[in-house]
């Protein structure tokens, strides 16, 4: 079974759900990035968008601010058991942030490669060239990782959310 099928339809609306979020930050300007922290009974706990703007702080990822509030929160054994639904792939700063959390399991959206075909060199968005899934099987625990997941649906805000604010 390919980790696509293990989704179920709880997954993907919660996958759509984040994608929305992520379309209303756009609306409003904000970087269309969210994430939403999950329990293992599907309830949403948390959610996130990009917290970039207003101080331009680089290192307000969705899922890092996400992250820093859920570790907060709770233990890393309850969120083991948690999942983070993230409108594109965390880069190495958020899965680091996710797996010093204790955090079990990410479903992303929009692939790390597929973004940076789309915001090129944007000053905004500096990507990196590293796969969530090389930095959290760098580490001592394992991290279910799923996606990308309805990435054409992901890729759309950003498309035009980067298109309209060029360099």
Not at 62 to 81: G, H, I, N, Q, Y
Not at 104 to 119: F, M, N, P, W
Request: net charge negative; aromatic share 6%.
């Amino acid at each position: 079974m390919s980790e696509l099928e293990k989704l179920d339809e709880a997954d993907l609306a919660l996958m759509r759900r984040v994608l929305a979020l992520a379309e209303s930050l756009a609306n409003d300007g904000i970087h269309p990035f969210a994430a939403l922290l999950v329990d293992d009974q599907g309830q949403v706990l948390m959610e996130q968008g990009n917290a970039y703007l207003p101080d331009h702080d680089m290192t307000g990822h969705a899922e890092r601010v996400l992250m820093t509030r859920a570790s907060k929160t709770w233990r890393p054994d309850f969120l083991a058991r948690c999942t983070m639904y993230v409108s594109a792939e965390p880069c190495c700063m958020c899965a680091g942030s996710a797996y010093w959390a204790g955090l079990g399991r990410v479903v992303y959206g929009l692939s790390e490669h597929r973004l940076k075909q789309i915001t090129g060199n944007h000053p905004e968005n500096p990507t990196l060239d590293l796969p969530c899934r090389q930095v959290f099987e760098s580490g001592q625990r394992p991290v279910t990782v799923i996606g990308p997941v309805l990435e054409d649906e992901a890729a759309t805000v950003h498309k035009t959310f980067w298109q309209n604010h060029g360099h």
